[in-house]
């Protein structure tokens, strides 16, 4: 129990210690965020593809189709990253373009699998996994990495709110159906966690995060906190539907790498949401 203890605690360290390390040598250096989450995308993609696999009774993805959806991936990633950089919009299209005509036309030459199944699976990868942490790339752009990285620390601390909340007094199920160990009262200590901090910030040490006015901060932990709580509820979800445990076993003590950015699928586009409406950028 302590051995299983000590190795989630060393795996989730060094998961948390890249992307800090990654977000605060940004934008001095780029090759660290470039290589970590375009990594992540990859990973996703492949636990995911291998979730629809165990509902699959046919024969499993060829390796050119998974290869081909893998660059997609990549795909995504990139054109936003080129797309901050005031590429041309004809040639940020070219390449989304040129891989939906070639997955499609690879479906024909593959009568065996069930279409709507296969298809799925890919372009799932693109909508769940790439595009949301492509939009890093556009919340940095937005504000910058020290808010990223505030953001970051919001979901860690919803999630450490949640969990120590939820085992000293969880009584009411949150979500039963799909969770059964979240609690109300675990989600409730999570916001509150993550608001406190906030708040805290915007009085000790604003500059770690870039911190803005402090409703707008605040008003983001709350935003994190609850569609990070939503991330981790799908990702549930879909790993129910699947019947497996966890989505990989990469990161010991903590499954794959969707169970630990499952929160940030949902958080991301949230976050874009939040900042354009209440920032009008």
């Keep these: 129990m302590i051995k299983n203890i000590i190795i989630r605690a060393i795996s989730g360290a060094v998961y948390i210690a890249l992307i800090i390390t990654s977000l ?3 934008p001095n250096s780029n090759i660290v965020f470039n290589v970590i ?13 291998k979730m629809f696999d165990t509902m699959n009774d046919e024969s499993s993805r060829s390796w050119i189709v998974t290869g081909l959806d893998l660059a997609g991936g990549l795909i995504v ?15 940020l299209m070219l390449p989304i373009a040129m891989y939906l005509v070639v997955r499609l036309v690879i479906q024909l030459y593959r009568p065996s699998l069930n279409a709507m199944r296969s298809l799925s699976a890919s372009f799932m990868s693109l909508a769940y996994i790439a595009l ?17 990285l505030g953001v970051f620390a919001f979901i860690w601390l919803n999630d450490t709110g949640a969990f120590l909340t939820g085992v000293a007094c969880g009584r009411h199920k949150l979500f039963e159906r799909i969770s059964p160990a979240k609690t109300w009262e675990g989600f409730v200590g999570g916001v509150a966690f993550t608001v406190l901090f906030a708040w805290l910030t915007t009085v000790w040490h604003s500059e770690w995060f870039g911190t803005p006015e402090a409703p707008v901060w605040m008003g983001l932990a709350v935003v994190v906190a609850l569609s990070a709580t939503l991330g981790d509820l799908v990702e549930s979800l879909l790993k129910r539907t699947a019947g497996v445990k966890d989505s990989g076993h990469l990161i010991p003590g903590h ?12 958080v991301s586009p949230a976050v874009v949401i939040y900042l ?3 920032l009008g950028i």
């Excluded at 989450?37 to 593809?49: D, M, T, W, Y």
């Excluded at 990633?77 to 040639?91: E, I, Q």
């Excluded at 499954?255 to 949902?266: F, P």
């Design 132 to 148: 949301p942490v492509a939009l890093l790339s556009l919340i940095i752009d937005m504000t910058s990495s020290k808010l990223l």
């Design 255 to 266: 499954g794959g790498i969707l169970d630990r950015i499952d929160s940030l699928l949902l």
């Design 24 to 26: 605060l040598l940004y």
């Design 37 to 49: 989450f375009p990594v992540f995308i990859v990973i996703g993609q492949l636990e995911l593809f």
């Design 77 to 91: 990633y990139a054109t936003m990253r080129m797309a901050l950089n005031n590429v041309s919009s004809g040639l």
């Design 276 to 278: 354009s409406i209440l």
